[in-house]
């Protein structure tokens, strides 16, 4: 008897629904146990003892829902090397319009930085470690992003050090909004203390937190500010001399 295990998370019902069919086509297969959990009370143990996934998520930004992202997190470690190979499906609710049900398109003609535009403006993503170099944050903006979405899992003094600074430079250097999210806590296997400190910049330095409540972040972007002249008087894309600079 094999194992089909769905996760699923939803705001408004529709992801439920897509969850809940899948369901029932599962149960008309022979030979096959379903199980249909919450991304709230999967756990890793119920992706390792499983074996093959749907997981369905809303479409929020162009990505997966803020649960979705808590589900892989907390099976990433106790689930690694140990489900290789399995067979999954993901299925997306996409806005109420259907227009990102596809899929948002990639404008960006860089294989390795992809930029898609979306119903809320061009978005990016620098995953963790690849904030740290020189020509991430270019090349996303280059390729027409406006906003980019660093997510972290990071520790350190370093880190700590540098975590208010690159996205801040960054951000005035290249006219982008960053926004930056690193998990708190301690997680096993190695227990390391990660400062968390997520928050949003642009080109004028860090927006205001507005969020009451300590682990979410949430800020006021406004994408025309990219299009007004930067109001120090700077403009880095007319005066700067790549002829001039070593490579």
């Given amino acids: 008897m094999k194992t089909l295990l769905i996760v699923y998370h939803s705001m408004t019902g529709g992801t439920e629904q897509m969850a809940r069919a899948a369901a029932a086509g599962a149960t008309t297969e022979n030979g096959v146990t379903m199980r249909l959990l919450h991304a709230s009370m999967a756990q890793a143990n119920d992706v ?4 093959a996934y749907v997981f369905a998520t809303p479409e929020n930004l162009a990505a997966i829902s803020g649960l979705m992202k808590d589900f892989f997190d907390r099976c990433y470690y106790p689930a690694l090397d140990r489900i290789n190979g399995r067979p999954y499906v993901a299925l997306v609710c996409a806005g109420s319009d259907g227009q990102n049900a596809g899929g948002p398109a990639n404008v960006s003609k860089n294989p390795y930085y992809p930029v898609f535009r979306t119903a809320v403006g061009h978005l990016g993503v620098a995953i963790c470690y690849d904030r ?8 996303l903006a280059h390729e027409g992003a406006e906003l980019v979405f660093s997510p972290a899992v990071t520790f350190g003094e370093k880190s700590q050090r540098m975590w208010p600074l690159e996205f801040q430079v960054d951000a005035a250097r290249h006219r982008l909004f960053i926004a930056g999210s690193n998990r708190a806590g301690r ?15 642009g080109p004028n330095g860090v927006l205001p937190d507005r969020s009451t409540h300590g682990n979410l972040v949430i800020a006021d972007v406004d994408l025309d500010e990219l299009s007004r002249p930067d109001p120090s008087g700077w403009n880095l894309p007319r005066d700067v001399r790549p002829d001039i600079y070593s490579r």
């Fill in 48 to 51: 390792i003892n499983a074996d």
């Fill in 187 to 201: 997680e096993p296997p190695w227990n390391q203390p990660y400062f968390g400190q997520s928050h949003v910049a």
């Fill in 132 to 139: 740290h170099f020189e020509g991430v944050m270019s090349t």
